[in-house]
């Protein structure tokens, strides 16, 4: 199976401020998926991104909140941009194996926004 | 709809004890996939199996077994002989054929005592 490598692991940051989450994977990969899961909480998908195309995102999740830029078929970012304490959060990155076969994640970045 | 129902939000054992971790699902694909996920507390998301719905074969892995009942809708998780190790978060998952949408349960915390 893939594997992802996701970084940073954590920060703290100040609000107002961005960060950016890079995913790099050792394969190439048609979609990746990012998730974020809230304090508690189960995953939820904020977008998918393709290679050579804007990303596709969910309900309730914005570009300009949540950037992401897929420039090749191993890498991608995400950017949370103007943070505010409740973009507190885990982001996952994760690929699909292939047609039923489930998805890799990366290991995480534990945000946390004060 | 899609939809994932783990109604045990948190359970504690003592180690060695056996526990199930249940899962209902909702979906009106005849074909589809349900997935078990371990997520420590790392913060990592640890695939541990993966079933499609035309498989109802139960399947054992070590201490770790599963009972796919589609009469009931639903993908029970057990584990036997509870480790320290165990105590993670379990996340039950739901995919169509195309696996572009996966629909994660709420997950249920396990703490096993020492």
């Known amino acids: 199976s893939a594997v992802i490598s996701q970084k940073p692991s954590r920060d703290i940051c100040q609000r107002g401020t961005s960060l950016t989450i890079q995913c790099q994977v050792d394969s190439q990969v048609t979609m990746m998926f990012w998730y974020r899961q809230q304090p508690g909480q189960s995953l939820t998908l904020i977008a998918t991104?393709?290679?050579?195309?804007?990303?596709?995102?969910e309900s309730g999740f914005v570009i300009d909140k949540f950037p992401i830029s897929r420039p090749n078929l191993t890498f991608s970012t995400l950017t949370v941009s103007n943070m505010s304490p409740e973009d507190s959060s885990i982001y996952l990155c994760?690929?699909?194996?292939?047609?039923?076969?489930?998805?890799?994640f990366g290991s995480g970045t534990r945000l946390t926004v004060v | 709809a899609q939809k994932v129902t783990q109604a045990q939000t948190e359970i504690s054992v003592v180690e060695k004890e056996d526990v199930t971790l249940d899962c209902v699902y909702e979906?009106?694909?005849?074909?589809?996939?349900l997935f078990w996920y371990k997520q420590p507390p790392s913060g990592e998301l640890v695939f541990l199996i993966r079933?499609?719905?035309?498989?109802?074969q139960n399947e054992i892995s070590g201490r770790y077994s599963w009972n796919f009942q589609k009469s009931t809708s639903s993908f029970n998780f057990t584990i036997t002989a509870s480790q320290v190790v165990d105590s993670a978060v379990y996340f039950c998952?739901?995919?169509?054929?195309?696996?572009?949408?996966?629909?994660f349960g709420t997950g249920t915390s396990l703490t096993v005592i020492p």
């Open positions: 991104a393709n290679q050579g195309s804007e990303a596709t995102y």
């Open positions: 994760s690929v699909r194996q292939g047609r039923g076969y489930g998805y890799t």
């Open positions: 979906t009106r694909d005849t074909t589809y996939y």
């Open positions: 998952a739901l995919s169509g054929v195309t696996g572009n949408q996966f629909y």
């Open positions: 079933r499609n719905s035309f498989d109802e």
